[in-house]
């Protein structure tokens, strides 16, 4: 079955300090995967996509990374700021003739002053 | 226009009314997601449609949910006799298909739609 878990499920940590949320996938033929932020209140808006042979691909703050043998990825994020707030969703795309977006439940931060 | 637009923005409903919820995807986008979102939830999805391939429904959570798209263009999600547990953000996004299989398909979101049964 396809399906994209992210954990925590839910985590809260002081401004400034560094953080990492977890993604595993069980999709497959993999095609690419994204990681979505998401104000609250907001559509998802896209920070990175990696697709096979992309092992880490950074956005300032933010650097994702994938392992394609083990069906993990990770999202950390640096000196967080109280703007990165916001619910982080872990996106994998199933190659096929008919590409189908998967998507995961998301992480939600809480970054505190 | 530039992005995926839904509407309305907010609905406030009566329990047992029906509602009809729209999304415009962005032109081209022949993939088109329906999600809910519950207060404090994840993306639960509802339906997908791709193309003029039958519709993916296995999300829809009961038969009073149903959604239509006609070609590649408008879709609307109709909820029928709401409920209160209905109550939620309903988001629509869209997305090119790569057929390749290994380009740079992006889901693009629409502001989504708070729907509130009262």
């Known amino acids: 079955k396809n399906q994209v878990e992210q954990s925590p499920q839910s985590l809260i940590i002081l401004e400034g300090k560094n953080c990492t949320l977890q993604?595993?996938?069980?999709?497959?033929?993999?095609?690419?995967l994204r990681w979505y932020k998401q104000d609250t209140g907001r559509g998802p808006v896209s920070l990175t996509i990696m697709t096979f042979s992309e092992n880490t691909k950074s956005n300032g703050r933010y650097t994702a990374t994938l392992d394609a043998d083990t069906k993990q990825s990770s999202l950390h994020i640096t000196a967080s700021q109280l703007s990165d707030s916001a619910s982080y969703i872990c996106v994998v795309t199933r190659y096929s003739s008919a590409s189908k977006i998967i998507f995961g439940s998301g992480t939600r931060l809480s970054i505190r002053p | 226009g530039a992005g995926v637009s839904q509407s309305p923005s907010n609905k406030v409903t009566e329990k047992g009314k029906d509602v009809e919820l729209r999304c415009d995807p962005i032109s081209g986008h022949t993939a088109l997601y329906w999600y809910r979102q519950r207060l404090g939830q994840g993306l639960e999805f509802l339906i997908y449609?791709?193309?003029?391939?039958?519709?993916?429904k296995s999300g829809l959570p009961s038969d009073r949910f149903s959604a239509e798209r006609t070609g590649e263009s408008v879709s609307t999600l109709t909820i029928q006799r709401t409920q209160q547990e209905d109550s939620a953000v309903y988001l629509c996004?869209?997305?090119?298909?790569?057929?390749?299989?290994?380009?740079?398909?992006?889901?693009?979101f629409g502001q989504g739609t708070r729907l509130t049964v009262v």
């Open positions: 996004a869209s997305s090119l298909v790569d057929i390749g299989g290994l380009g740079n398909t992006e889901a693009f």
């Open positions: 993604c595993n996938y069980t999709v497959s033929p993999f095609s690419n």
């Open positions: 449609f791709q193309g003029n391939s039958a519709p993916d």
